[in-house]
C-alpha cells in the first residue's frame, strides 16, 4: 500500500475577540504545513465582511481541519466564555464535512486539551507551542492508523529560521499590531499565570537575524506594528537587547512594542536606550500590584521600588509609562487596594487599565489553593469557563471607588499596549 506524503488540509480562525487579534500561531503553523508539502486553505472569520458569508471551500479531498482556540474568555476582564461559539463552529463544519476529522490547536488548548476537546466536539487536540505534534497528527490522518490517544504533543520542537508569513491576509488587522515571536517559555512562577503551562519553563531564542527577515517579510506586506508577543520580551534582557541592535543595525524602520518586565535586571538603562534608539517611545508594565506583600504572594519577583525606578528611568528619558493592576488575589486587602493606587499617585503613570477580579487558570497555584479552599474541585472541565477567585465586596467596592476617583485610570483591563501606537 501506497502512503500518501501530502494532505489537504483546512485551517479556520474563528476571531471571536475584537478588537480582533492577529493569529500569529496559526500563520506559524501553516507555513511548517506548507513547508512540509501539505496543501493548506485558511479561513478567517476576522476577515469577513459584515453579513459576508464564509468562504468555505469544496469538501472534496480535504483530510483534516483544524480549529483554532487561541483564548478560553474574551470580553473585558475575560468574562465571556469564547468556548460555546466556537462549539457552534466545530458542530458546523461537522456537518458540512462529516467525514472529515476535525482537531483544535491554538494556546487555549494546552491548558487543559483533552476536556476542551471533548466539550468542543473535536476528534483530536493538538497541544504544546512547536509544529511536531501537528505533523505526528497529519501522519496518523493519512496514515489512516487508529490514535493511540486523541491529544497530540510534543514540545521538541519550536519555529526557528526565517518566516515569510504570507498566509493570513492583514488587511483587517493593520490597525492593530502583527505578533512576532521572539522566544518560548517563561521562567517565572505568578501564582495566577498558565503561561508556563502553554509554553514551559525553559526558554528557547529566535535568531536576532531571522527575527529581523520576518520583519521585514510583514513590511512589505503593509505591516506598521509588530508585537513581540513572547510572555515577557525583555527577559532575559540580553537577548532582547541583541534582538533591538540588529533591528537598529538593519535599518529597517518598524513600530514595535511587548510585555516589559521592571526588575532592575531586565529593565537596565542599557535596555531602555536601545529600545528608544529602535523606535520604542513609550512603556507599559503590567505590574498586577503595587503593594509589596501581593507582589510577594503572588511571586512577581520585583518590588514597589523597583517599579519605581523603572519608571522614574522612563521619565528621565522622556517617556510617557503606563501600567496594568490586576486586584482580587488571596492576599489581596482594603489596604493593599489603597496602597496599589496611592503608588500610581506618587509614580505619575500616564495610564493605567485596572482588572477586578482573578480568573482562575487550570495548572496554576491559584487553582491549586482554590481546590484546597474549596472554592473549586479538581475537575479538569470546571475551569473551562471564566471562574474567579471569590473577592471581598468591601475589596471589589475599594477597587471601584479608587478607581472613579482618578483621571486616567480606567476599568478597561488589558488593552493599554495593544491599541497605543509608539
Not at 183 to 188: I, L, N, V
Amino acid at each position: 500500500m501506497t502512503v500518501r506524503q501530502s494532505a489537504r488540509i483546512l485551517i479556520v480562525n474563528p476571531a471571536f475577540m475584537l478588537p480582533p487579534v492577529f493569529p500569529v500561531g496559526l500563520e506559524y503553523n501553516a507555513e511548517a504545513l506548507v513547508r512540509d508539502g501539505h496543501d493548506i486553505e485558511i479561513v478567517d472569520l476576522a476577515n469577513l465582511a459584515d453579513g459576508a458569508a464564509a468562504p468555505y471551500p469544496d469538501g472534496y479531498g480535504i483530510d483534516l481541519i483544524f480549529v483554532v482556540v487561541r483564548n478560553l474568555d474574551i470580553g473585558p476582564g475575560n468574562v465571556d466564555s469564547a468556548l460555546p461559539q466556537t462549539r457552534r463552529l466545530v458542530s458546523e463544519l461537522r456537518e458540512r464535512y462529516p467525514l472529515v476529522p476535525i482537531a483544535i490547536a491554538g494556546a487555549a488548548i494546552n491548558a487543559v486539551p483533552d476536556p476542551m476537546r471533548r466539550y468542543l466536539g473535536a476528534d483530536y487536540a493538538i497541544a504544546s507551542k512547536g509544529h511536531n505534534a501537528a505533523r505526528m497528527l497529519v501522519r496518523h490522518v493519512l496514515n489512516g492508523e487508529a490514535a493511540a490517544a486523541p491529544v497530540f504533543e510534543d514540545y521538541s520542537d519550536t519555529i526557528n529560521g526565517v518566516y515569510e508569513r504570507p498566509y493570513v491576509e492583514k488587511s483587517k488587522y493593520r490597525d492593530h499590531p502583527i505578533g512576532i515571536a521572539t522566544h518560548f517559555g517563561c521562567p517565572f512562577r505568578c501564582q495566577y499565570c498558565n503561561y508556563p503551562a502553554v509554553e514551559g519553563f525553559r526558554i528557547t531564542h529566535r535568531s536576532p537575524a531571522d527575527v529581523v527577515a520576518e520583519i521585514r517579510n510583514l513590511k512589505r506586506q503593509g505591516v506598521k506594528r509588530v508585537f513581540f508577543c513572547d510572555s515577557v520580551f525583555n527577559v532575559p534582557v540580553k537577548a532582547a537587547t541583541a534582538l533591538l541592535r540588529e533591528i537598529i543595525n538593519s535599518g529597517v524602520e518598524i513600530e514595535w512594542d511587548g510585555f516589559f518586565n521592571p526588575h532592575p535586571n531586565a529593565f537596565t538603562p542599557e535596555f531602555i536606550d536601545v529600545a528608544m534608539a529602535s523606535g520604542r517611545k513609550r512603556f507599559h508594565f503590567g505590574v498586577d500590584s503595587l503593594a509589596d506583600p501581593v507582589l510577594f504572594a503572588i511571586h512577581k519577583g520585583y518590588t514597589v521600588a523597583d517599579v519605581q525606578r523603572a519608571v522614574d528611568m522612563c521619565h528621565e528619558r522622556g517617556a510617557p509609562v503606563s501600567c496594568s493592576l490586576l486586584f482580587g488575589h488571596p492576599s489581596e486587602t482594603v489596604d493593599t487596594v489603597r496602597r496599589s493606587f496611592e503608588a500610581c499617585d506618587v509614580m505619575g503613570f500616564d495610564a493605567v487599565d485596572v482588572t477586578e477580579r482573578v480568573r482562575i487558570y487550570p495548572r496554576t497555584e491559584l487553582a491549586r489553593i482554590a481546590v484546597k479552599q474549596g472554592v473549586i474541585t479538581d475537575s479538569p472541565d470546571e475551569l473551562l469557563f471564566p471562574t474567579f477567585y471569590p473577592v471581598s465586596d468591601a475589596v471589589l467596592a475599594e477597587v471601584v471607588e479608587q478607581t472613579e476617583k482618578r483621571a486616567g485610570v480606567a476599568r478597561e483591563p488589558g488593552v493599554d499596549q495593544y491599541i497605543y501606537s509608539t
